[in-house]
C-alpha cells in the first residue's frame, strides 16, 4: 500500500483517495476471508502495473521526471564530491573570460554605430517631427485669436475654422505620439538591458 500511495502522487487528492480506498477494501474483505496479506497481493497483481494502468499516459510523464531529479541529483553529489565544492570541469580562465570579454564588446560597438544607434535617432527624430505636428496643431486656435486681435483687427471666420481643425489634428497626433514615446521608451531600454547583459561576465 506504501508503493501504490506513492506511485499514485501525480493523481488528484479524491481521485487517489477513491482508489486507495478500493485497494484498502480489498485487503479488509480479503482479510475477513481468511486470506493473508501476501495472498491479497498477489490476487490484485503487481503494484507498478496497477500504478500504470491508473496513470496512465502520466505514469511515463512521471518516470521522466523522477529519472530527471535522480540524474539532477547525481549531478549535484558529483558536485559536492569535488574538491573545495567546484564542478568537476574546468573553470574558463581569466585570460579566456578577458578575451570573451573583448570580444563581445567590439561587437557590440560596431553593431551599435553601423546599424542600432542610427535607427534609434532615426525613429526618435521621427517622434519629434510627430510631437512638433502636435503642438503646432494645439497652438493654432492662440495663435489664430492672437492674430486676429493684433493683426486683423477682427475675426476672420475661414481662418478661425482652419485653426480649429488643425486644434483636433493636433490632439489626435499628440494622442499618437504619446502612445509611440512609451512604446519606444520600453523598446530603447529593453535594447540597452540587452547590451549590458551580452557585456555582463558570467559567473562560472
Known amino acids: 500500500m506504501n508503493r501504490m500511495k506513492e506511485g499514485l502522487s501525480p ?10 480506498s478500493d485497494y484498502e477494501q480489498h485487503f479488509e474483505m480479503g482479510l475477513s476471508e481468511g486470506k493473508s496479506e501476501k495472498e491479497i497481493a498477489v490476487e490484485l497483481g503487481n ?11 502520466r505514469y ?20 559536492n564530491k569535488s574538491p573545495q565544492g567546484s ?3 574546468p573553470k574558463e580562465t581569466s585570460n579566456q ?6 570580444l563581445r564588446a567590439t561587437g557590440l560597438v560596431f553593431l551599435n554605430l553601423l546599424l542600432a544607434l542610427p535607427i534609434i535617432v ?13 503642438i503646432s496643431g494645439i497652438l493654432a486656435p492662440a495663435l489664430a485669436i ?19 481643425v488643425f486644434f483636433g489634428i493636433g490632439i489626435l497626433v499628440g494622442i499618437f505620439a504619446l502612445w509611440l514615446m512609451k512604446r519606444l521608451g520600453r523598446w530603447t531600454t529593453g535594447y540597452f538591458k540587452w547590451n549590458r547583459t551580452v557585456l555582463k561576465e558570467k559567473e562560472n
Open 11 to 20: 493523481l488528484e487528492a479524491q481521485e487517489r483517495a477513491e482508489l486507495l
Open 122 to 134: 532615426t525613429i526618435w527624430a521621427l517622434w519629434v517631427s510627430l510631437a512638433g505636428i502636435s
Open 146 to 164: 492672437l492674430d486676429f486681435i493684433f493683426v486683423q483687427k477682427q475675426v476672420v471666420l475661414p481662418e478661425l475654422f482652419v485653426s480649429l
Open 60 to 79: 511515463f510523464q512521471d518516470r521522466k521526471i523522477l529519472s530527471q531529479d535522480r540524474v539532477h541529483d547525481e549531478e549535484q553529489t558529483t558536485y
Open 47 to 57: 503494484p507498478e502495473d496497477l500504478i500504470k494502468e491508473a496513470l496512465g499516459d
Open 87 to 89: 564542478p568537476s570541469f
Open 97 to 102: 573570460r578577458t578575451t570573451s570579454r573583448f
